[in-house]
């Protein structure tokens, strides 16, 4: 059973639109969510996370926003750029080091220009 | 410098064979993992090792058996490799926060 779930297998942007990648998880435990990025032949890279307490956080052009009732968060993208294109998966954890990451199956975004 | 390393990159190999495969972090994290992408490109934890102890271990065939010399190495060695074997296998480290840190991957065939 996918306790972390990312519907849309894939999502085409143009350059300097925004980009918004959605994910729903299942388990109430869950307290702290990352999104990763992954290019082929690479590891997931680290790009922003959010804990429980909050409902936004925002690095540059990236923004998590996290809705705890609907048990949904979603990662913008502003403005979205060709380098911008990989697999983005959304991964949660209760916080604490050494517990697991849950990961969705990943969403593939592409940007063109 | 490459903070997770891990080798080989690529793997080829015969079924029944034994095969390790070494994971290095220069990080100084306490925590390291082995996770599992398989062909539905799922990825799923294996193993996790806190200051050379063992502290989770999925769901996994016996014939999988981690090894952690010291904090910074976590080598994974699988025994009698099957045709099912075959994915990409990561390895991570983490210190606070559980952001973890991901090595490239080594791609396991099993033919």
């Known amino acids: 059973d996918q306790q972390v779930k990312q519907n849309s297998p894939s999502l085409s942007v143009q350059e300097g639109r925004i980009s918004i990648l959605n994910c729903d998880y299942t388990n109430s435990m869950f307290d702290y969510f990352l999104w990763y990025k992954k290019y082929p032949a690479e590891g997931p890279t680290f790009l922003i996370s959010i804990s429980s307490i909050k409902d936004k956080n925002e690095d540059g052009r990236f923004t998590v926003f996290l809705n705890k009732s609907a048990k949904h968060l979603s990662l913008h993208i502003v403005p979205s750029q060709p380098g911008d294109s990989a697999v983005y998966f959304c991964?949660?954890?209760?916080?604490?080091?050494?517990?697991?990451?849950?990961f969705g199956k990943g969403t593939t975004l592409s940007v063109s220009s | 410098d490459t903070a997770v390393s891990q080798t080989p990159k690529y793997l080829v190999t015969q079924m029944g064979n034994d095969k390790s495969i070494k994971c290095e972090q220069n990080?100084?994290?306490?925590?390291m993992y082995w996770y599992k992408q398989d062909s539905k490109k799922f990825l799923k934890i294996m193993f996790s090792?806190?200051?050379?102890?063992?502290?989770i271990n999925e769901t996994v065939p016996n014939r999988f058996s981690p090894k952690s010399p010291d904090k910074a190495h976590l080598n994974l060695h699988i025994n009698s490799l099957e045709l099912g074997d075959s994915a990409v296998y990561f390895c991570?480290?983490?210190?606070?926060?559980?952001?973890?840190?991901f090595g490239a991957g080594t791609r396991l065939s099993v033919l």
């Open positions: 991570a480290s983490s210190q606070a926060q559980n952001i973890q840190y």
């Open positions: 990080l100084g994290h306490d925590t």
């Open positions: 090792y806190n200051n050379k102890e063992l502290i």
């Open positions: 991964a949660a954890s209760a916080n604490q080091a050494g517990t697991a990451l849950i």
